[in-house]
């Protein structure tokens, strides 16, 4: 069969597609699934952010995966495609936590990891079968997981990796150690797609996908992980390993990292040059509220100094507009953020994923101002806030981002830098330049910078 495989892109608010051709990392989902799938099979792929998708392809099966604000323009393709007469199969974490829904645009729906069914799907649907739901009874032990292909990563640009030294200097190769985090937070899809679980692939494995990046030319990598200290002593065994290696690395991770020394050392020794980290607020009654009590908002301070002193950037991201936010919280946020130096903000207003605890939470509350899942962004009101409207809590969020990324808080913010690595500290702080020009030609972009 002839497959194709799509990364939706989303809309912005006049109904444009958002493209963009400025990525610092890529997705692997869509040459991944390539490795998976049966040699017997033809597969191609595109991802719409940086392409446009193929609306004419002549495949005999569609794959759609997307996350967030995309799923209502994977929808969109979805029906097209079928009204073509296509089978269509759509997974990620969206259609996994809300198979029903994701049923009415397609055929066949992959839940949760697609490892051990993506064969009986396609062997199905190459004999006129389908399951309709395809779920794999066990997670995946993660050992021996097919290898990408890593110059077909769609959102790296070859012409400018030969050609800019700003590029090389700011693309990050994605690699995954593991999967799952074992935190509450009940406003995170990760923890509730995994169902709390957390699972590693072999350190062997993770070292020669570096190793592989390095004889391509990279220099460094973004840990696609979403909480790659989940299992601490699993994470000194592969920082350890990764000394040697001698390549710069970055990643998401929770500020318990600055709270075991051991940890934080071997991080930095192992070449981690930025932690995008989630403060979410610096209100510990927030933290609280969205089961995220482990970050301890007294401490945030000491903390990010500790980090700091690694030489270790850090990317905050942050949420405006939580039960215990008022409009005062926004002028105290960006003091924070700019007292304690942080890189980059990622802002985020609150957004109640549909099969999260806090949909149900907010659902059941009458609080959900919008279903308009092509708005479940970065930044739109789609709850009502507890202690101002939600247009006061816009203006505040759009206030936060401009104040921060204006010309005298960039250098606040980025001078002096953290202790060595003074050539990345310069590209961050051309990086923050770049935002600041960027955002101020693109305004509509606010709530989707990422």
């Known amino acids: ?99 029903d829904q994701a049923l009415e645009h397609c055929d066949a729906v992959v839940i949760g990891e697609v490892e051990t069914v993506w064969k009986d799907c396609l062997e199905d649907l190459a004999a006129g079968r389908n399951k309709v739901r395809y779920q794999a009874d066990k997670w995946h032990s993660l050992v021996g997981l097919p290898q990408i292909d890593y110059m077909t990563l769609p959102l790296l640009r070859p012409d400018l990796w030969k050609k800019s030294a700003f590029y090389r200097q700011y693309f990050h190769w994605p690699v995954s150690a593991s999967r799952g985090c074992p935190h509450p937070c009940e406003y995170c899809t990760v923890q509730t797609y995994y169902d709390r679980s957390f699972r590693s692939r072999p350190v062997e494995e993770v070292v020669e996908d570096f190793r592989r990046i390095k004889a391509l030319g990279g220099k460094k990598v973004l840990i696609l992980d979403d909480n790659p200290i989940g299992n601490v002593s699993y994470a000194k065994e592969l920082f350890r390993a990764l000394i040697p290696i001698k390549m710069a690395w970055a990643s998401q991770c929770t500020i318990n990292i600055a709270r075991n020394a051991d940890l934080l050392d071997l991080a930095a020794r ?48 942050m949420m405006v507009g939580l039960d215990g936010d008022d409009t005062k919280s926004f002028d105290k946020t960006l003091q924070f953020l700019v007292d304690n130096k942080l890189s980059f903000l990622k802002l985020f207003t609150p957004c109640p994923y549909p099969g999260t605890k806090y949909y149900d939470d907010m659902d059941r509350a009458g609080r959900i101002l919008t279903k308009d899942w092509n708005r479940y962004d970065y930044g739109s009101p789609l709850i009502q806030p507890t202690h101002m409207t939600p247009e006061e809590m816009m203006v505040g969020f759009n206030d936060v981002y401009k104040r921060f990324y204006s010309i005298p808080n960039i250098v606040r913010r980025m001078t002096p830098p953290p202790k060595g690595n003074y050539l990345e500290s310069m590209f961050y702080m051309v990086a923050n330049f770049k935002i600041n020009r960027y955002m101020r030609k693109t305004p509509a972009a606010w709530g989707t910078i990422s």
């Open 1 to 99: 069969m002839k497959i194709y495989l799509i990364s939706a892109t989303h809309y912005h608010p006049d109904g444009r597609l958002v493209k963009s051709i400025q990525y610092w990392t890529s997705a692997i989902t869509l040459p991944y699934l390539k490795a998976l799938t049966p040699r017997e099979h033809e597969v191609v792929f595109t991802d719409e952010l940086m392409q446009d998708a193929d609306l004419n392809s002549d495949a005999d099966v569609i794959g759609i995966t997307a996350m967030g604000p995309q799923i209502k323009r994977a929808y969109d393709l979805a029906d097209l495609f079928r009204r073509r007469g296509k089978k269509v199969v759509m997974g990620g974490s969206w259609v996994s936590l809300n198979p």
């Open 270 to 317: 192992s070449g981690c040059r930025t932690l995008s980290i989630g403060l979410e607020s610096v209100t510990q009654e927030n933290l609280e509220e969205i089961s995220k009590g482990f970050n301890k908002a007294p401490r945030f301070a000491e903390d990010l100094k500790a980090i700091r002193d690694k030489g270790i950037q850090v990317i905050a991201l």
